[in-house]
């Protein structure tokens, strides 16, 4: 007969043992093997499934940052890029200004060296008026001193 304790055993081990023998009778040790080998290997499928899925996710979020960045950093690149373009079309209208006023100031200096020689001229002109008046003066003071006995 069977000692007190194995009854013991038998009932902790009962549910376990009970699922054992029904398959060991059934002759389906191995198609138990084999339904735990499956269902690892869905399992598995599944969480491959599962982690090819969030590296998809993951990746594609990755790209969408990577693109903001590149939106934010480009938007910033092309504004700075169309104020140079506009700096170097107001450097260019600058160029064209600077050089009619140089044009407009040389024009203007030679004016005003003429207007300067002409009244040295006139200057000039007023001198030898006033020398040719003195002269003229003398000489009808000596003809009138000549005349007059």
């Given at each position: 007969?069977?000692?007190?304790?194995?009854p013991?055993?038998?009932?902790?081990?009962?549910?376990?043992?009970?699922?054992?023998?029904?398959?060991?009778?059934?002759?389906?040790?191995?198609?138990?093997l084999?339904?735990?080998?499956?269902?690892?290997?869905?399992a598995a499928?599944?969480?491959?499934?599962?982690?090819?899925?969030?590296?998809?996710?993951?990746?594609?979020?990755?790209s969408?940052?990577?693109?903001?960045?590149?939106?934010?950093?480009?938007?910033?690149?092309?504004?700075?890029?169309?104020?140079?373009?506009?700096?170097?079309?107001?450097?260019?209208?600058?160029?064209?200004?600077?050089?009619?006023?140089?044009?407009?100031?040389?024009?203007?200096?030679?004016?005003?060296?003429?207007?300067n020689?002409?009244?040295?001229?006139?200057?000039?002109?007023?001198?030898?008026?006033?020398?040719?008046?003195?002269?003229?003066?003398?000489?009808t003071?000596?003809?009138s001193?000549?005349?007059?006995?």
């Amino acid at each position: 007969m069977s000692s007190p304790r194995r009854p013991q055993a038998r009932s902790r081990l009962n549910s376990a043992s009970d699922i054992y023998r029904s398959d060991v009778q059934s002759g389906s040790l191995e198609s138990s093997l084999l339904r735990l080998v499956n269902d690892h290997q869905n399992a598995a499928i599944r969480l491959r499934e599962h982690t090819e899925k969030s590296k998809k996710e993951a990746i594609k979020s990755a790209s969408r940052v990577s693109d903001l960045l590149v939106e934010a950093v480009n938007g910033g690149v092309e504004e700075c890029f169309v104020n140079e373009k506009r700096i170097e079309v107001e450097i260019r209208a600058l160029k064209t200004t600077i050089k009619r006023f140089a044009k407009q100031t040389d024009q203007w200096l030679a004016s005003t060296h003429a207007i300067n020689n002409a009244i040295k001229e006139i200057g000039d002109f007023e001198n030898w008026m006033k020398t040719m008046e003195l002269d003229c003066k003398s000489i009808t003071a000596a003809i009138s001193n000549i005349h007059q006995p």
